[in-house]
């Protein structure tokens, strides 16, 4: 696989040549809460778990899109031969090779709708059979009682929203925050969301948050992928 200016294999990179990028996590996070939100993100591994079986990564060339030190470190270490590019399509993928991607995956910042340009991109870079993964917040969770519901929250998984009519499916990841104790979730929750956390903490009965996450898949073209079965994990 070819490499621009800014994208590099990880497998050739040390963690700290992605830092800095957009955080591999689902909204802003200020910079002193920024590890305690990483340590505490899904330490199950259930969304990487989900990942690899849609995909798969390991063993794979995968492009991943603004995915964050933490979570490139993980993917290279699980066998993925991974391009990190910070930014989006086709604006920062165009001097990437035709058809040398496995598999291209967009946490949070990408496909905030679908752009045809950026569809056209992802089946420009794909092999045959490759796999487009696009991971967004799922919503009904106690992340989104903290944060207020969200716009795209329903409108992204209805049949004739945009993903599942541009040949998307949606599997649904059910993860947690794993905090080590109740007051360390607690002093998190305040300090990031204000009197909604102070409210939240004080009904807190253990250390953790629910946190749904959606992985919307789709194979180069928009065509189906036999080796998968949408549903909930």
Not at 135 to 144: C, K, N, P, T
Not at 210 to 216: C, E, G, P, Q, R
Request: hydrophobic share 40%; aromatic share 8%; with cysteine.
């Amino acid at each position: 696989m070819t490499r621009d200016a800014v994208g590099r294999r990880a497998g050739h990179a040390t963690p700290s040549a992605i830092l800095g990028r957009v955080p591999d996590l689902p909204f802003a996070v200020p910079a002193p809460l920024r590890s305690t939100v990483e340590a505490a993100l899904d330490r199950e591994g259930k969304l990487d778990r989900a990942l690899d079986a849609l995909g798969p990564l390991a063993g794979r060339d995968v492009v991943a899109l603004d995915p964050g030190a933490s979570r490139a470190a993980r993917w290279t270490a699980a066998g993925a031969r991974l391009t990190s590019i910070p930014g989006g399509l086709p604006t920062d993928t165009r001097t990437l090779a035709d058809g040398n991607a496995d598999v291209i995956v967009s946490a949070w910042s990408g496909f905030r709708g679908i752009d045809p340009a950026e569809l056209a991109e992802a089946d420009r870079l794909l092999r045959p059979n490759g796999r487009l993964l696009v991971i967004h917040d799922y919503g009904r969770d106690d992340l989104a009682t903290l944060r207020g519901d969200q716009p795209e929250y329903g409108a992204w998984t209805r049949r004739d929203g945009p993903f599942l009519t541009n040949g998307f499916r949606v599997r649904v990841i059910h993860c947690f925050w794993t905090f080590d104790d109740l007051e360390t979730a607690g002093n998190l929750v305040t300090a990031a969301f204000g009197d909604a956390g102070r409210r939240f903490a004080a009904d807190l009965k253990r250390p953790r948050l629910s946190w749904n996450v959606a992985v919307y898949h789709r194979s180069r073209g928009g065509g189906t992928w036999s080796a998968t079965r949408d549903g909930e994990t």
